[in-house]
T-cell receptor
Framework: DGGITQSPKYLFRKEGQNVTLSCEQN?????MYWYRQDPGQGLRLIYY???????QKGDIAEGYSVSREKKESFPLTVTSAQKNPTAFYLC????????????FGDGTRLSIL | GENVEQHPSTLSVQEGDSAVIKCTYS??????FPWYKQELGKRPQLIID?????GEKKDQRIAVTLNKTAKHFSLHITETQPEDSAVYFC?????????????FGTGTRLKVLA
């Protein structure tokens, strides 16, 4: 969807380094989400946020951190504590006032150098 | 905990045949069920969805059915074409509960053989 922009498209991390993945949306959605997808696998929820300045851990939050200082932005930091960060990361957003689908960004592919 | 089971994990059909993918959810309060198609290396894209007050919805060659009693919903693709080849994900959502979280199935890799 043109309304959600993830950057960069490809990212390489050196050992011991923290890296931050950007996610911006102009859909005026309250809720935003981060998923991790490993090759041939489904979507696993890392973190989600239903409102500015609030977020909750998903199923695999260890080694990741997020912030939600603005409604439009939900950056994900992959810390050095995440020992196996190689994956495809998808950001999504949705409305919360009615049953609506999530809209996904194009994803960021993270690899270890 | 909440979960969505999706079957089969892989499905091969001949071009022109029908394909059916099935999902079962655990939380009876779930009230919205989207289906996504994901091509290799790309974003999941919504192809059809259904709300709990509806039993069936159709959009051209794609249909979804919902059985709330059995907590079961299915995706039906008729007259399959090679461009239907992709991974399909179902999801269950419980709106109005204060927690806006989608529970995804593990995906079905559909191959349409020409």
């Amino acid at each position: 969807d043109g309304g959600i922009t993830q950057s960069p498209k490809y990212l390489f991390r050196k050992e011991g380094q923290n890296v931050t993945l950007s996610c911006e949306q102009n859909l005026n959605h309250d809720a935003m989400y981060w998923y991790r997808q490993d090759p041939g696998q489904g979507l696993r929820l890392i973190y989600y946020s239903q409102i500015v300045n609030d977020f909750q851990k998903g199923d695999i939050a260890e080694g990741y951190s997020v912030s939600r200082e603005k409604k439009e932005s939900f950056p994900l930091t992959v810390t050095s504590a995440q020992k196996n960060p190689t994956a495809f990361y998808l950001c999504a957003s949705s409305n919360t006032y009615s049953n609506q689908p999530q809209h996904f960004g194009d994803g960021t592919r993270l690899s270890i150098l | 905990g909440e979960n969505v089971e999706q079957h089969p994990s892989t499905l091969s059909v001949q071009e022109g045949d029908s394909a059916v993918i099935k999902c079962t959810y655990s939380d009876s309060a779930s009230n919205y069920f989207p289906w996504y198609k994901q091509e290799l290396g790309k974003r999941p894209q919504l192809i059809i969805d259904i709300r709990s007050n509806v039993g069936e919805k159709k959009d051209q060659r794609i249909a979804v059915t919902l059985n709330k009693t059995a907590k079961h919903f299915s995706l039906h693709i008729t007259e399959t074409q090679p461009e239907d080849s992709a991974v399909y994900f179902c999801a269950a959502f419980k709106g109005g509960s204060g927690t806006y979280k989608y529970i995804f199935g593990t995906g079905t890799r559909l191959k349409v053989l020409a």
